[in-house]
């Protein structure tokens, strides 16, 4: 991966429906040889996909909390992350080190539906226990910064 590369990746990552021909003006190729890089970066795994980035809070769920979660002896973690499906305010979810097994990103629309879901995890898919924080605010990050270096 060279430095044209590199700004190709940050350009997408700013605006990942960019256009080729545009893509290209931004990095100074034409927009074929940029369509080849593109295709190559994906090919080569370092490009994994676009996303949307949704505003959790324009949907209603503006409460929003990191989960700690530890499983009874005996549950299976694959048996557990498949069940993660069942929980549309689960919005990601990270098999961790140290002494719980699982960190989720959870987003609610109050309270009480965060109350609804610890209860369900423990009953139905074999939590023991949970730690949360609230989150306060999100920091905004510059997601290009992961390309310097």
Known sequence: MDAVDREILAVLVRDGRITYQELGRAVRLSANATADR???????????GYRADVALAALGRRLVMFTEVRLRDGVGYPGF????????????????????????????????????????????????????????REIALDPTRVLRG
């Open 38 to 48: 593109v295709r190559r970066l994906r090919q080569d795994g370092v490009l994994a």
């Open 81 to 136: 992350e498949r069940g993660l499906a069942d929980f549309p305010q689960v919005v990601s979810a990270a098999h961790v080190t140290g002494e719980y097994d699982y960190q989720l990103r959870v987003a609610c629309v109050d309270t009480a539906e965060f109350e609804r879901i610890i209860e369900r995890l423990k009953v139905d898919h074999g939590v023991r226990e949970l730690r949360s924080r609230l989150v306060l």
